[in-house]
């Protein structure tokens, strides 16, 4: 199930509530009572091979490199 935030358009009010996936009717603002609006949450990503990532840098040639080191320096990097 998805988390999805609203806003107050009233006071600012921000709400996070976990809910059915597509379920994006809002309820009134639990401080004012006024209308809340759907707004963009954060989202995490990770990716399980190369590109698109920090990780596009330890690749430059790849001929002739050793993928299980790289492949682990990508995990810290991705760790930390």
Request: charged content about 25%; proline content about 6%; some cysteine.
């Given at each position: 199930?998805?988390i999805y935030c609203?806003?107050?358009s009233g006071c600012?009010?921000?709400?996070?509530?976990?809910?059915?996936?597509?379920?994006?009717?809002?309820?009134?603002?639990?401080?004012?009572?006024?209308?809340?609006?759907?707004?963009?949450?954060?989202?995490?990503?990770?990716?399980?091979?190369?590109?698109?990532?920090?990780?596009?840098?330890?690749?430059?040639?790849?001929?002739?490199?050793?993928?299980?080191?790289l492949s682990e320096?990508?995990?810290?990097?991705?760790?930390?």
């Open positions: 199930m998805p609203f806003r107050c600012g009010a921000e709400v996070e509530e976990l809910r059915a996936l597509g379920n994006f009717s809002a309820d009134p603002c639990p401080d004012c009572g006024g209308r809340m609006q759907q707004k963009f949450g954060r989202v995490g990503i990770k990716y399980a091979a190369f590109g698109f990532t920090t990780t596009d840098r330890l690749v430059g040639d790849p001929a002739g490199k050793d993928f299980a080191a320096k990508a995990q810290e990097i991705a760790d930390s």
